[in-house]
T-cell receptor, first 115, second 110 residues
Framework: DTGVSQDPRHKITKRGQNVTFRCDPISEHNRLYWYRQTLGQGPEFLTY????????KSRLLSDRFSAERPKGSFSTLEIQRTEQGDSAMYLCASSLDAGTNEKLFFGSGTQLSVL | GEDVEQSLFLSVREGDSSVINCTYT??????LYWYKQEPGAGLQLLTYIFSNMDMKQDQRLTVLLNKKDKHLSLRIADTQTGDSAIYFCAERLNDYKLSFGAGTTVTVRA
């Protein structure tokens, strides 16, 4: 068990460019989450997958954002036409679907800076 | 409601106890959590408490829950330099969503 892995750790991009982040969850976990954390704030829910199905998306997730989890394993989060307001830490978490006391295990995050 | 509030900073002397406070708004929350975040790292689950409990102890950590006042606290006994981090309180809103506070930065001084 190597934990939740995210790549890259840091990404600097120019406004208007597209970026893609990858998350590899803990291998036996069937749920995968994306959260966003801005400086001085707690993480905010973006979206989650149960296996390969994307079941819920936050209103924070504009049309420029798309997430996939093909085959129910790793996930990617793509941001198109990045804006300065997209600068944040993007956190991935995974869990077993264990009822109301589900425990999330977080990765170290991808820090995005949009110039 | 989805507002979880925490004090922003706490400074404590090494060896003393730390108490971090949190208030939440959703009285139907079933579980409440404490996470720790060290610089450059993701969030680490420290402990949690079910809403029908008043207290939970786990080694140096004690969680107190006052459901009437929607108040949660985390006490760290014998605080060490390695406890310096940001601590997040979170409430479970539903089957898939946690709502986090803004975090309390704990600084342990020698």
């Amino acid at each position: 068990d190597t934990g939740v892995s995210q790549d890259p750790r840091h990404k600097i991009t120019k406004r208007g460019q597209n970026v893609t982040f990858r998350c590899d969850p803990i291998s036996e976990h069937n749920r995968l989450y994306w959260y966003r954390q801005t400086l001085g704030q707690g993480p905010e829910f973006l979206t989650y997958f149960q296996n390969e199905a994307q079941l819920e998306k936050s209103r924070l997730l504009s049309d420029r954002f798309s997430a996939e989890r093909p085959k129910g394993s790793f996930s990617t989060l793509e941001i198109q036409r990045t804006e300065q307001g997209d600068s944040a830490m993007y956190l991935c978490a995974s869990s077993l679907d264990a009822g109301t006391n589900e425990k999330l295990f977080f990765g170290s995050g991808t820090q995005l800076s949009v110039l | 409601g989805e507002d979880v509030e925490q004090s922003l900073f706490l400074s404590v002397r090494e060896g003393d106890s730390s108490v971090i406070n949190c208030t939440y708004t959703d009285s139907s929350s079933t579980y409440l959590y404490w996470y720790k975040q060290e610089p450059g790292a993701g969030l680490q689950l420290l402990t949690y408490i079910f809403s029908n409990m008043d207290m939970k102890q786990d080694q140096r950590l004690t969680v107190l829950l006052n459901k009437k006042d929607k108040h949660l606290s985390l006490r760290i006994a014998d605080t060490q330099t390695g406890d310096s981090a940001i601590y997040f309180c979170a409430e479970r809103l539903n089957d898939y969503k946690l709502s986090f506070g803004a975090g309390t930065t704990v600084t342990v001084r020698a």
